[in-house]
Nanobody, 124 residues
Framework: QVQLVESGGGLVQAGGSLRLSCAAS????????MAWYRQAPGKQRELVAA???????KYGDSVKGRFTISRDNAKNTVYLQMNSLKPEDTGVYYC??????????????????WGQGTQVTVSS
């Protein structure tokens, strides 16, 4: 059973930075493509960033140039570095893991395994 635990959320002023972490256990982490999603109150969950097993990355349009996703297979952890934060980045951030081929991104939707989420609040 794959378990994902997110951490690093909190309250930050606009323009600030946070780094989220998602630690995986119960599986061979390197077999999984990973993604970060977020959900704001009253809105649908949206893809923030994703990374393949081989390290290819992609981002949602609203975070391109500000956020960076990375992974450390030795630590079974995926990270999301968030810079130049805006109030509209506020939401619960979720980690997602899907067993995929080397160069495939996670499929968008509710497939795979999910963490419990971590709250990010950006004040103006």
């Amino acid at each position: 059973q794959v378990q994902l635990v997110e951490s690093g959320g909190g309250l930050v002023q606009a323009g600030g930075s946070l780094r989220l972490s998602c630690a995986a256990s119960g599986t061979i982490f390197s077999n999984y493509a990973m993604a970060w999603y977020r959900q704001a109150p009253g809105k649908q969950r949206e893809l923030v960033a994703a990374i393949t097993r081989g390290g290819l990355t992609k981002y949602g349009d609203s975070v391109k140039g500000r956020f960076t996703i990375s992974r450390d297979n030795a630590k079974n952890t995926v990270y999301l570095q968030m810079n130049s934060l805006k109030p509209e980045d506020t939401g619960v951030y979720y980690c997602n893991a899907q067993e995929r081929r080397w160069s495939d991104f996670p499929a968008e939707g509710r497939q795979g395994y999910w963490g419990q989420g971590t709250q990010v609040t950006v004040s103006s």
